[in-house]
């Protein structure tokens, strides 16, 4: 016992021991920097006007570039609204979608997904997707921040919201790569083995989120090249295509690759817990202000108008969803309004930047006409999508990026005009930019799928006999509820 309890602490051990070695190279000079010091490149210091040169203090050190109290302040408030959003928020919604016996385990993989991506982020997933350039195309980042080096603390990026340390932009960037694999929870709920779920987990953040994140949101720190769709321009405001068509996507393919849960359209497989999606809904909502007003890097007017949009979008779309449901059903359903909300929460998110009121309405219509369609669809089809991780996110998000193209403007965001304002052409970029990303999850997806299935002992979906019993105490010993 002793023993494998040893063998349990290596390999946390070893982890500990590469962050310290790289923090301490990080901070080697925790408050000054130099000229000649490496990693500056990354960084934004003062410069002279006339001739570009660094301006140096009276000790001959580097002068930071002015960060703004405010927009600090900002930016770690919406680090931690976006975190509230995945251990609380989205475990509570799925984790009251799942039926009983699962609740735990459905709950359980969406809390860990912060501490696996956390740790991934640190060491290399940051550097992939914000780093430099590794190759000259915008395809993928190098490693020169991993383990977070040259992200600093008490210096701006170079391009990376520049009033800001850098290490706020990282953190909040840091809680939408944790969401992301979150989000793909739904799909692959009740059937596949936790120990399968960890490896995937960290594998697909890497190889699907971090190429997407890098692709759309990567300004070339250090004079390298900008992500490719970014520099279209497709416009992704706060990742309905990085986030949302990514995880959606590759949620049906999960779905469809580990098979329809026993019993899938023969017994009932209703939510077990009404009040506990509604307040997963109601958390979800209150973080993703944090989430969209938060992506306009600083407490400026468009953080104002993203805020405003997301509002409207979430509140149309959840009243269209519940009208929907009632018009199909004769019932007004309390999932279907939670259900609506989330839907256009996701549309909004590529949007909300970038679009007004009125543009808002139409986007949370359409989120809820779009994602309800697809569950009509994905039911037909008996795609055991447990959750709808396809219908909402992926369609949502797909739903919401080619709408951005067509309704944005720039009195919000100065990027690019959209179709409804004279500029056709961003509707095509924006379509590349989301079917670039789906095309790449699903391809991906599938092919980390089969080559787990493949190695892992006995395959990664759970046996017929422990999915009988559920997930809570096949896997992990515990029930949600214990009434005796």
């Given at each position: 016992m002793q023993k494998s309890r040893l063998l349990a602490i290596i390999p946390g051990l070893a982890i500990l021991g590469v962050l310290v070695s790289v923090g301490g190279v990080n901070h080697a000079s925790a408050q000054q920097y130099t000229a000649n010091q490496s990693?500056?490149?990354?960084?934004?210091?003062q410069t002279d006007e006339a001739t570009g040169e660094y301006l140096l203090d009276e000790e001959g050190f580097l002068i930071p570039c002015e960060i703004n109290s405010g927009d600090n302040a900002w930016m770690l408030t919406a680090s931690a609204?976006?975190?509230?959003?995945?251990?609380?928020?989205?475990?509570?919604?799925?984790?009251?979608?799942?039926?009983?016996?699962?609740?735990?385990s459905t709950i359980h993989m969406v809390f860990m997904a912060v501490g696996l991506v956390t740790i991934q982020w640190v060491l290399w997933g940051y550097s992939l997707a914000f780093g430099p350039d590794a190759t000259g195309h915008g395809f993928i980042g190098n490693f020169d921040w991993a383990g977070l080096n040259y992200v600093w603390h008490n210096v701006p990026s170079d391009v990376y919201a520049i009033t800001i340390p850098h290490a706020?932009?990282?953190?909040?960037?840091?809680?939408?790569?944790?969401?992301?694999?979150?989000l793909i929870v739904a799909a692959l709920a009740e059937r596949m083995k936790w120990s399968a779920f960890v490896v995937f987990v960290v594998i697909w953040a890497t190889f699907v989120y971090d190429?997407?994140?890098?692709?759309?949101?990567?300004?070339?720190?250090g004079g390298t090249a900008v992500g490719w769709t970014g520099a279209l321009p497709s416009l992704d405001f706060a990742g309905g295509t990085v986030i949302h068509i990514t995880s959606g996507w590759a949620g049906l393919v999960i779905a469809i690759m580990l098979g329809r849960r026993l019993g899938y359209g023969k017994v009932p497989m209703e939510p077990h817990n009404i009040p506990l999606i509604v307040l997963g809904a109601a958390l979800l909502w209150f973080g993703w202000f944090g989430f969209n007003a938060g992506s306009a890097g600083a407490a400026g007017p468009n953080a104002t108008s993203a805020f405003v949009a997301t509002q409207i979008a979430t509140g149309v779309a959840a009243l269209t969803w519940m009208l929907i449901s009632w018009a199909h059903t004769g019932r007004p359903s309390t999932v279907g309004a939670a259900s609506g909300a989330v839907a256009g929460l996701v549309a909004i998110t590529p949007a909300s930047g970038f679009v007004g009121p009125m543009a808002a309405i139409i986007i949370g219509i359409s989120a809820s006409l779009v994602c309800y369609a697809a569950v009509v669809f994905k039911n037909r089809r008996k795609w055991d999508d447990a959750l709808d991780t396809w219908a909402v996110h992926g369609m949502g998000g797909l739903a919401g990026a080619l709408l951005t193209g067509v309704f944005a403007q720039t009195i919000y965001t100065p990027i690019a005009d959209g179709l409804a304002f004279g500029n056709p052409v961003q509707l095509l970029n924006n379509a590349i930019g989301a079917f670039a990303a789906l095309a790449w999850a699903v391809g991906i997806t599938a092919l980390i799928i089969k080559v787990m299935?493949?190695?892992?002992?006995?395959?990664?979906?759970?046996?017929?006999?422990?999915?009988?019993?559920?997930l809570d105490l096949s896997q992990h010993g515990e029930r949600a509820y214990v009434t005796e």
């Open positions: 990693g500056i490149q990354f960084s934004c210091f609204l976006v975190l509230v959003m995945t251990p609380a928020g989205l475990a509570m919604f799925y984790g009251g979608l799942a039926r009983h016996k699962n609740a735990v706020t932009f990282m953190i909040f960037q840091m809680m939408f790569a944790i969401i992301t694999p979150a190429f997407a994140a890098h692709w759309t949101w990567s300004l070339g720190s299935d493949l190695v892992w002992p006995g395959g990664i979906r759970v046996t017929p006999k422990e999915e009988e019993v559920g």
